[in-house]
Structure formats: structure tokens, C-alpha cells
């Protein structure tokens, strides 16, 4: 395989997981938990398919998909920042949440407790050479560049400082006017937008949405945030170096090398060791978890 | 100082003391009624969205679970599993530990428990079998738990995320097994168990019949009274609560904390890992891939709406088991994904409805006070 294939798989494995990480690193440097990354994609993807199927354009699908991710984000920020509900318990209400919806509108829409039809996406893989079709689509460019520009909100700009204030120390940001419940809801709704941006990405990559189709990629994002230590750079290095393991594994498919379950566990198995600090301890923000009272 | 004195007077303790009580209970059951209600309206707008009516539907839903004996026999399979990975939760929960490995508990629990089913000779007795195939879902569950209980005190790695990445390497590795060296062609589940098998409720009652209902419930009912008992009259139970109520406070007054870290999160793994035995030793008599079916995070579910008490926890599960099963009976009329969006909205709403209430109840005058 050339190195350019390789390289083009590797980005198109990681787009998903930058654009969710992307989202999840805002949330949580907010003093917000994110859980609900896996779920927020997951309306993404179905309603980018859903955008996509009735206006025939993948810009309206992604437009569509941007607005559930917005939606149940804010669903997310009225529950654990108005109610002051368990956040924890709350991400894992919406990914539940979302999995039904998306299952009872699939049978709506589309009569079908699968997958969707055909719709139209951003890329035609039909080209023959993946790595064209990857420069050609706009989301891949997007989900490049999310990193960097998250790099830059976090750390150049008045609002990212807020950011980094209300989910260090909530009361010290109060005490210098700043409104820590409207920061979190700003951090936690485009939360929701980045990530379902990758939900439409993968939805539209396929062409089509079929249940459940975000297979766990919320918790491998949330797996690079923490491997990242909550960084935005090193979070996407962290995408990029799990999605080339399972570029590496896909690869590798058939030769009986290693068994596809131990690499689909690199991930998981690397963010505890970081979490238990063998080379050096992941931290969360001081006030991840707790709301401002 | 000399106000404590006078609130400690016998005329003014009983009143408050009674009014403290109806708030106690108010607070643990409003949360779950407010949710039922939404859960509701938002159920109406389902079935109405599918052109059928909410009164013929409910109606539908409430004879296919409780209306007829398998129906309630298929509920009272389901709610076993749930109340074992509602305990497991709620425990943990009791504690302040946030247990979301339930479902990598309860499969290797159950996988655990096929595994010396299948080991066993043929010939052992059931009384032996039985027991021994439950000891080895509780040690696989409880191994499981027990992870991250140490790595949270020993090195103060956040259990809700070692839980949760442990969830995707246990089933990962429970696959590879299965898959590698364990299963039976073409299917992807263990051969069946030699030994260790327990009765169903159909091999005594004719009624039953066809529902996987078995013994297992009446096991999970003792361990929630065991469970009951454990947390409100021992030293050890005394111990969890004080520490899931101020770890600083428990600590300072003499509790090891983290060793009830880790006792809790392996104790809780154990629950979890023991409703393994409902599936495996109850229904199939084997360990298949992706047995759990959500079980496990269900689980959190029925710790939260039954407000981690013992008897909310078996309420609870009777009540989401009600729901998975009510699905497929309404699923003539209405796609049985709709229960799906209804666990999760009452979810939700209990989590936001649990700080509301209890705030709204604390401004009430007169309790505030006290």
C-alpha cells in the first residue's frame, strides 16, 4: 500500500474522532462532563441523512446535522447547567436518548429498522482513488482544521480564556463578571455542533445512516481527550494515532498477526494508563463535574 | 450553642422530625413520578405522530407485560438482570462512585458462570454445580470492579472513566475468547453447559410456559433484601454511606476511604457480575456475545429512578422491564423503538428533576430550619 493511501485512510478513520474530540475538549475545559459525544454524532449522522435525502444536498444534510448536534447540546446544558442534573447521568440519557429517536424516526422516515437509502455526500469514492476524494470533501478540510482553530479559541481569544476560567475555578470567574452559566451553555452547544459534525462527516462518507452507526467513536474522542490531557493538540495527535492502529489493523486484516480485538482496545487500554499517570498523570479541569452555584 | 439545646426539646423534635420524614419521602418519589408524566405526553406525541391512539396503545402495552402470564413472566426475566445491574449501580452510587462498567461486569459475569458450567463435570449435582457457577460470575464481575477501585485509590484515576474504558476492553477480550477458542460453529456463542443449570418458573407453574422467567428472580430479591440490610445495619454499610457523603469528613473520622473504594467498586462488580447467572444458568445455558443487550447501562436507569434504595432499585427494573417488553407487544401498532426514546426521556427528566425538588422542598418553611 502506498504511503499516500495509507495516509488519506488514516485522515478519513480520523475526521470523525477530531471533529468529536474537537467538541468534547470545549465541554470539558467548560467544567462540563462530555459522555454525550457518542450521542450528539449519532443525531448528526441521521439528520445529515435526513437533510441530505429530502433536499438532495449534502450542504442542507450538513446544515441539518449542525442544528440536532445544536439541539441536543442545549438539551444537555438545560439539564445539567439549569437543573444541575448529574451531568454524567446526563450524557448517558442523551446517548440513550438519541439511539431511540434515531431508531423510531429511521422506521418513520425510511420504513426500515436498519439503514437508510442512498443519499447524496460530498465525495464519490466511485473515483477510484481514495485520496482524491478526500481532498475533494470539504468536512475533511473542516475536521483538519477544527484542532488548530480550537488551539486558537482556547488560548488567544477572550472567550476561550472564559472558557478555561469557569471550568477551573467557577467562583473565582463569577467574581470577575463573568457569567459562568452562559459560557458553559456557549461551550457545551458547540459541543454538540462540532461533534455532530462528525456524525455527518461519517454519514455522508458512507452515504447513508444505518442504526447505531457511530459504533463507540464518541468514547474513543472521549478516550483522546483525556490520552491528550485535556489539550486540544495532543488530543488530535491522540485521534490520529488511533485512527492509524486501526489503519494499521484493517491492513493487517487476514494475515492473523495480532487479533482485531486487542488493537480495537488500544484506545481504552492507553487512556487508563494515562489516567493512572505511568508517565505523566492526566488531569481534568479543577471544576469538571461540578455545577456553579 | 444554647439554641441546640432548645431544638432538642422534646415538644419541638417529633414535628420536625415528622415533617423531615414527608420530605424524605417526597423528595425519593416525585423525581420519578414528574418523569413518568412527561415520559407520558411524550409517548402520546409518538404514538399520535404514528397515526395510532395513546389509549389503545397503552392498553396494548399493559396486557402484552402484565396481562397475561408469559408477558409477565418475560417481564419478570428482564427485570431480574436490571435488578442485579441496578443494585451493583446503586451501591457504588451509595458510596459517591459512579459504576458505568456494569455492562462489562454483567458479561463477564455471565461468561464467567457458563465457563464453569462447562467445566464441570456432567454429572455434578446440582447443589454444588449451581452455587459454584455463581461464585464464578460474582469473582469475574467483582475482578472487573475491582480495577478500577484501585486505580482510583491508589492513584486517584476518576472511576467513570476507567469503568467506561474498561466496558470496551472487557467485551473486546470476552469476544477474542469466544471467537478464538470457544465457540460453536457458526454461531457465536459458547457450547452449552454440562452442569449448573436452574429451574424456570414454567417447570412448576404450566403458565409460564414459553417465558424465560426462572429461579434467578427469586435470588435477586433475597440479594436486594442482603443488600438492604448490608448498607443500613452494618459497619461496613455505615462506613459506604458516610464516605459517599463526605470522604473528607469519613476519613477524619477514622474510615479508611479508600479502602471502601475499593471494596464498594469490587462489590458492585460482583452484583453486576452475578446477573450474568439470570441469562446464562436461567435461560440459554450458554455465554453469546452481546448477551447483556444494554442491560448494564439500563442498569444506571434503575439505580436513578429507584433513588438507590434496595426496594426503588426492584420497582424500578419491574418498571423499565415493563417498558422493553411493552415494546414488542405494541410493536403491531407502533415500532417498539419507541420505549427506547421513553427510557431515555425519563432518564433524563429524573436526573433534572432530582436537584429541582429537592430544592423546591428545602425552601419550604419550617423545614429549612430544621
Redesign the interface.
Known sequence: MRFVDFLAQVIRIAIPYLFAAAGGVMAEKAGV?S?ALEGFMLSGAFAAVLGSFYSGSPWIGLLCGIVAGLLFGL?HA??SIR????Q???G???N??????T??F???AFDS?SNSPRVAGFSEPAQGNIFLASLSNPLVWAGLLSVPLLTWVMYRTPFGLRIRAVGEHPEAAETLGIRVPRVRYGAVALSGMLAAMGGVYLALDQHQFTDGMTA?RG?IA??AI?FGRWDPARAGIACLLFAAAETLQIQLQGTQAI?S??V??IP??L??VA???VVK?SV?PAALGRSAD | MSSATEVASPESVSPVRAGRWRTRVEEAILPPLIALLIALVAGDILILSFGQSPGSVYRMLLEGTWGNAYGFGQVIFKATTLIFTGLAVSLGLRAGLFNIGAEGQLAAGGFAAALAGLLLPGATPTLIAVPLAVLAAALAGGAVGWVPGVLKARFGAHEVIVTIMLNFIVLALLNYVVAAHLHVSETLHTPEMRAGAVPRFSSFLEAFHGSAANITFLFALVLAGIVAWFLFRTRGGYDLRATGLQPDAAEYGGIRVGGVWIRTLALSGALAGLGGINYVLGYKHYYEEGFGAGAGFLGIAVALVGRNHPVGVVLAALFFATLSQGGLAIHALVPKQMVEVLQGLVILAVAAAVPEVRRVLRMRPGIAAA
Do not use: C, E, N, W
Open positions: 462532563v459522555l438539551v438545560v439539564a437543573y444541575r442534573a448529574d454524567i447521568v446526563v448517558i440519557a442523551i440513550l436518548l438519541v439511539i431511540g429517536i431508531r423510531f429511521l422506521r418513520l429498522s463507540g468514547f472521549l478516550a483525556i487479533p480485538q486487542f480495537q482496545m481504552y487500554v487512556t487508563i489516567l493512572a499517570g498523570r481534568p
